[in-house]
């Protein structure tokens, strides 16, 4: 069955460091999403991303905050200025279609930790 | 604006018996309900979906769920539950009404199955 992807499985960071989370969503994939989960706490929405162009944020989606499609296949989540409060597990999910009834389907997540 | 409740954090049944997972929701519009288990190091991994129709929905693994409108409810039911299904399930919603395609997510459930 097709998965999402995601690189690196643990990324550890000095704060005000730059750090990129990479995905490689379903191949006929068009919906792109990052969601993030701080440990003990709710899985939360960042940001959906369609045809180049980000769709939705969440506030807590800031300007330190971006998204990219660099070439067909990954997906990146980059945070500029890493703050201790970026700590978390960061999960990339896609979906077919923009219907609501469609599923997300996740990867495994990235553990980010910042010292 | 849309949000989801799991009331609780944790539930111990033993091989063999019934299990339940308990979700309620608030949304605007019409719900379109989504229950996701995640296994340790592991990404959510979609079980089943709502949108419309039959209030029973079953998905993969045996689990079925059901909808009530009246109760805004939409529990996650095995009908002999195995250790294996020890986990940890997260319920998520997505308002109809609402643009966009981002979930809310329940703060999850911990399923413990004990032999």
């Known amino acids: 069955e097709p998965e999402v992807t995601q690189t690196p499985s643990h990324q550890v960071t000095q704060m005000g460091q730059e750090v990129i989370l990479r995905c490689v969503p379903i191949?006929?994939?068009?919906?792109f999403y990052w969601y993030r989960q701080i440990l003990g706490q709710k899985v939360e929405f960042l940001v959906s991303?369609?045809?180049?162009?980000?769709?939705?944020k969440s506030e807590i989606f800031d300007d330190q905050f971006s998204v990219e499609r660099p070439d067909g296949s990954n997906f990146t989540l980059k945070i500029r200025s890493t703050k201790l409060e970026d700590s978390a597990m960061y999960f990339c999910?896609?979906?077919?279609?923009?219907?609501?009834?469609?599923?997300?389907?996740f990867g495994d997540g990235t553990r980010l930790s910042i010292l | 604006a849309q949000s989801v409740a799991q009331p609780e954090d944790q539930v111990n049944v033993a091989e063999g018996n019934p299990l339940t997972v308990k979700c309620t929701y608030s949304?605007?519009?019409?719900?379109?309900l989504f229950w996701y288990v995640q296994y340790p190091n592991r990404g959510l991994q979609f079980l089943l979906k709502?949108?419309?129709?039959?209030?029973l929905v079953k998905g993969s693994y045996g689990f079925e769920a059901e909808f009530n409108k009246s109760q805004t409810s939409f529990h996650l039911k095995k009908p002999s539950a195995l250790v294996s299904d020890s986990a940890l399930y997260f319920c998520?919603?997505?308002?109809?009404?609402?643009?966009?395609?981002?979930?809310?997510f329940g703060g999850g459930t911990r399923v413990l199955v004990k032999p």
């Open positions: 709502y949108i419309t129709g039959d209030n």
């Open positions: 949304v605007s519009g019409n719900p379109y």
């Open positions: 991303f369609y045809n180049n162009e980000i769709s939705e």
């Open positions: 998520a919603v997505r308002d109809g009404k609402a643009a966009g395609n981002k979930l809310t």
């Open positions: 191949s006929n994939h068009l919906y």
């Open positions: 999910a896609s979906s077919e279609s923009w219907q609501q009834n469609q599923p997300q389907h």
